[in-house]
């Protein structure tokens, strides 16, 4: 049963708020964040003395005055000294990068894939060493918040353990307490699935942006998804749901990687798009690869355009079968779904005609993702600042006491 | 922004809370309510004082004293007093119900469906004086406090307009406003779909009691799907939400009401069964000939065993991708698909062997409605409770004063 909040934690969660609206929509004055949080100007004052004490904003004059009177002073999110690490470990890319409190990516390195790709020691040592390196590059007095992972595969997100990374042969992993006791931040390192936590970062400040009800498919090798309900990302029991990849699609079609055949991941993930394109062991990565078949089908290419029509097919089924489902307000397409999706849009659009259901097919909108390529470190980035949106002074004073 | 919320607020809360206690689980001493809600007894006291009032409970002595000291009052439900109309509009089922709180079916009328079943304006008339006829026939002081319809079919739920309603030939059809005006009981008709409300009704007192992440599947000539995603049912953008039916198993398989091919609803659900088995036009009813076929299959009949093997296979394939797509605690399989469920699990769990992720497959229950062909009228009944469970005090002042 829930009982009256006490002053602390209305306090707590207004400092939070307060501090998620200039991380996620930029410097606003004093009067704007009273507007849109619905409180007064004296209890702004005083929720934005208590951060800016923190050191987590600045307050400031607005560079132009417009109106008569006193100028609303401008709360700023004091990006270059507030941080996290954000890790993207995916089938073909491994990211470190500072980001600053307000999305800014600070700075960041590529990772290079230790020698036996398959060996999670080894890489985990990799990514934590780029992590402590990067932090010790960092000017005195910045302060690293969190620590967020976004994983290509599937993760249980309480411990961070990876139960199945398909594109990196991993088996229950414990990557989360790895990367804390090899990083020493004194920082728990949290870790999540890539597609969920791209989705969550395009609702955050992507195409996404203000809707509750999104389903978001990330391509890497394979096709992950982030599906968002009611404004809350889908978990189900253990945190696996959300994989839409392995939705079957086409019975007794490709083998898939997770054993079984016609996944959506199989019939329309780029593995399928090189192949019927007749372009497998041509050596391009595989977003390489995809543009050069999205090219060559623009510039006429027969074998190209029946194989992103084929795909498209398939793709189509798979979006009619989450629009019915779901009746989400988006269909998002992330990662090198987006060039998918950008070279075989009529195919998924006839399909979804004959396959959506007219309730929830008339107002659904299909958009590639805005945040790209960022998109899955973006989301590792979000993570690692959930605790300091939550509770901005004592994650503050704990990351404080731990430095 | 959120500030805290009023006495006013809370004790609304807190009554609300308290009803629903007894509502769903039966009567309760105040001693158990208090520990239950984490209140002390004489916030308890002065909640049943004020339910007890508005005529929503009663209390009394507990029949058995156990301990020494004195007995806690046992706070029980109002049933025979304080009712709603529960309807179910289903493809071949047309039921007017009361039902108490406390979910006890006080007394019920099968509605004889008007010679042109298609004509909405005649069944609305219909199932409106039925309804007319079971409150006028209740004892004095009976309050009736809501009215909620089950309709087999796509509903707009926020003013309960059929947008479509395949099995009736319906599209657009006003119906909540229509019951409405028509009961003329000076309550609103709310109006949900059939397997959402079941699905509510089957975690609020059936198989998935307690459960938050659960699917139900739910037969009737068609298969319509209730989906709770973290303990809320999801309605996606329009409230369309759930329409598991029309998944596209099967692509280019049998066709569908909805205008597709290969749905779970044309290869899994009772017709594609009856079809498989040779038993089209034999003009036994939807369940009875599924009950028929899987008797005959138990029996060693060949094709009925082969019809049940081919819809298994479908159905394993559906059930495979929700359990992939939603992480589920359980997934749940109500009116004719419990039967169908019962004569196939065998294929349905092979197929899930093999098309399920481990992480998501290794914790679901399979299981069978526990409320069975009560599920829908009882989830009517729950939405036409849900007003006087919210705010129970203002609800019954507003009943009373249309009365």
């Known amino acids: 049963m829930r009982a009256a909040p006490s002053p602390e934690e209305i306090r707590r969660h207004n400092l939070g708020t307060l501090l998620r609206h200039v991380h996620l929509s930029g410097p606003a004055s004093r009067a704007a964040l009273a507007e849109r949080m619905g409180l007064n100007r004296s209890t702004i004052m005083a929720l934005t003395s208590d951060l800016t004490a923190a050191g987590l904003v600045t307050e400031e004059l607005p560079k132009t005055v417009r109106k008569a009177g006193r100028p609303s002073l401008v709360v700023r999110p004091e990006s270059d000294r507030v941080y996290v690490l ?160 392995h939705m079957v699609v086409n019975p007794g079609g490709r083998p898939c990687g997770c054993g079984s055949r016609g996944c959506l991941e199989s019939e329309a993930g780029e593995l399928a798009l090189i192949a019927l394109a007749g372009r497998s062991g041509e050596g391009a990565s595989g977003r390489r690869a995809v543009e050069q078949i999205v090219d060559a089908a623009d510039r006429g290419d027969a074998t190209a355009r029946s194989a992103l029509h084929q795909v498209g097919d398939w793709l189509g089924y798979g979006v009619a079968n989450l629009i019915n489902i779901f009746n989400p307000s988006m269909v998002i397409f992330g990662g090198v779904m987006r060039e998918i999706y950008m070279g075989s849009a009529a195919q998924v659009r006839s399909r979804l005609a004959i396959d959506g259901l007219t309730a929830a097919r008339e107002s659904v909108r299909l958009r590639t993702s805005s945040l790209g390529e960022e998109a899955t470190l973006m989301g590792a980035a979000e993570l690692a600042f959930s605790d300091v949106l939550t509770d901005p002074l004592e994650t503050l004073a704990r990351v404080r006491n731990a430095d």
Chains 1, 2 share one sequence.
């Open 86 to 245: 954000a890790l993207d470990v995916g089938a073909d890319r491994l990211v470190v990068a500072r980001v600053g409190l307000g999305g800014t990516v600070l700075d960041r390195a590529d990772v290079a894939r230790p020698g036996g790709t398959h060996n999670a020691d080894d890489l985990i040592s990799a990514l934590a060493a780029v992590g402590r390196r990067l932090v010790r590059g960092t000017e005195a007095g910045a302060l690293c918040v969190g620590v967020g992972v976004a994983f290509s595969g599937i993760v249980r997100q309480e411990d961070g353990v990876v139960r199945h990374g398909p594109n990196i042969g991993w088996v229950d992993v414990p990557l989360g307490t790895e990367l804390t006791r090899r990083m020493a931040l004194g920082l728990r390192v949290s870790v999540g699935n890539d597609a969920n936590l791209a989705a969550l970062a395009e609702r955050a400040r992507g195409a996404g942006a203000g809707l509750d009800d999104i389903i978001y498919l990330h391509g890497d090798v394979g096709i992950g998804g982030g599906v968002i309900v009611g404004g809350r990302l889908l978990g189900g029991e253990g945190g696996y749901g959300g994989e839409i990849g």
